[in-house]
């Protein structure tokens, strides 16, 4: 789980990738449409799509002239589950810290 979970943030460290998640969102797009909005060569574009693929957050499919892709669920529910264990755990942490601080507060008070 740590190696997709890696994968998953490290594809997601690059805001051109983030926008390219963000388009896809709203469906499945061509990567001619992908690559329009970026002031990049389409070669580099093209990593950041395979990079997307290897991580497992789109697949493409080539139909003719067209390549089109489309976004993965998985690892997106995946890091959703990470992302809520975690705060599980900060938030008892922070629980128990001001619940401690009000203890120490009417101690002092006393």
Excluded: Y
């Excluded at 998953?8 to 992908?34: H, K, M």
């Excluded at 093209?46 to 957050?57: P, R, S, T």
């Amino acid at each position: 789980m740590d190696n997709h979970l890696d994968n998953f943030f490290s594809a997601l460290s690059d805001p051109t990738r983030r926008a390219v998640i963000e388009r896809l969102a709203q469906g499945p797009a061509a990567v001619t449409e992908l690559f329009a909005p970026h002031d990049i060569a389409l070669p580099s574009f093209l990593k950041h799509i395979n990079k997307l693929e290897a991580a497992g957050l789109v697949r493409t499919i080539k139909t003719g002239r067209t390549r089109m892709v489309h976004i993965e669920a998985a690892p997106l529910e995946l890091a959703e589950g990470w992302l809520k264990q975690q705060r599980r755990i900060w938030e008892g942490r922070t629980d128990r810290l001001a619940a401690l601080a009000e203890a120490l507060e009417r101690r002092s008070g006393a």
